[in-house]
């Protein structure tokens, strides 16, 4: 297999145990990255890096995996309980693919996807609170804290990673795939290890609590479920549609999020016969994309729908939805869980 061929079908091997025979010529390189690491976290807890802290708390919704695994809907969730409980929220983040990542910007609801990240352009659309993106996130807490001193608390989408900014709760989230075969990259899907999950305040699960690879996480766990019924016009939010409207046409759905299928599997669930379209996590949209969709009706998520809004397209609808958390019927909920470390100590 050639090495495109080989980057191409990673995902899909990284999912497959017992370890695919492929990938067994990785393990080295896997084993140098977990050293680097290891190295790199420890640098950051003996202070031999420095770790800063923002004048406020700060939540961080991340993950051990690479690709999406459902941060964005969870962060809107966070920030709208922490809103009903007299919290003034921002929300920071990377603004992956973005032009010019090193700057900081603010972003509102006409800001352009290719310059400030799609999924930051989504969370300030449907969050109603203050966003900012930059790849230094201490830079983008103070410019955010700076224009909006009224904010009391910052949570960051994504950055589990990002041990420079000093965090007072992490929520780590995966979806069906959990941690696929358990290694780090580039044998697995693994960013840190499984491990790792010691230092975080609670795990969320998308689509229900999974498996760990036989590991036990020692963390207070929820599931969560995205639910959304009702579509709303590409172009006009205002224009809503049932999937009942939908029956019948001929549909075309479009998925560029970390895995599509979890988008395929929820519009079948609604009843609707389509035809599936898979992208790249992040795909940068252009109207070449959609030459299949002539005469039929396009289905998208809203994370692909803030990079589609200016192309010419077919008649199409977006699904919108929100994340239900399941709390357990006896314990703590997510919020009281992170509630509690905010007025416990910071995280190192």
């Not at 995966?174 to 840190?192: H, I, K, T, V, Y």
Request: glycine share 10%; proline share 7%; net charge neutral.
């Amino acid at each position: 297999m050639s090495r495109d061929g080989l980057a191409q079908c990673l995902p899909r091997l990284w999912n497959q145990r017992p370890l695919a025979p492929i990938l067994l010529f990785l393990l080295p390189l896997s084993w140098l990255f977990g050293s680097i690491v290891a190295l790199r976290r420890a640098f950051y807890r003996l202070g031999v890096s420095p770790s800063l802290r923002l004048s406020v708390p700060v939540v961080v919704v991340g993950n051990l995996t690479v690709g999406g695994s459902g941060k964005t809907p969870l962060v809107l969730w966070l920030v709208e309980r922490l809103r009903e409980q007299g919290w003034r929220p921002g929300i920071i983040s990377r603004g992956y693919g973005r032009r010019a990542e090193d700057e900081i910007l603010c972003v509102t609801a006409a800001s352009d996807a290719a310059t400030v990240g799609d999924e930051p352009l989504l969370l300030a659309r449907r969050s109603d609170v203050p966003v900012f993106v930059g790849r230094d996130r201490i830079a983008a807490g103070r410019a955010l804290l700076a224009e909006h001193p009224e904010c009391d608390i910052v949570v960051s989408d994504d950055g589990l990673q990002h041990y420079r900014l000093e965090r007072s709760a992490e929520i780590v989230v995966f979806d069906g795939r959990g941690a696929g075969n358990g290694c780090l990259l580039p044998a697995g899907p693994l960013r840190e290890p499984l491990s790792r999950l010691a230092q975080a305040t609670a795990v969320v699960w998308n689509g229900g609590v999974g498996q760990l690879g036989g590991k036990e996480c020692g963390k207070p766990q929820f599931p969560m479920r995205l639910a959304g019924e009702c579509f709303v016009a590409l172009n006009d939010r205002k224009l809503t549609c049932s999937a009942g409207q939908l029956r019948g046409k001929p549909l075309h759905a479009v998925a560029g999020i970390g895995d599509p299928s979890r988008f395929f599997a929820q519009l079948a669930a609604m009843g609707l016969d389509f035809s599936p379209h898979p992208f790249p996590d992040h795909h940068a949209y252009g109207a070449q994309d959609f030459s299949f969709a002539d005469g039929g009706v396009l289905l998208m998520t809203e994370k692909d729908a803030v990079k589609c809004s200016g192309l010419a397209l077919p008649e199409a609808w977006v699904l919108p939805v929100e994340a239900r958390i399941e709390d357990p019927p006896f314990g703590r909920s997510l919020l009281d869980t992170i509630l509690e470390k905010l007025n416990g100590r910071t995280l190192a």
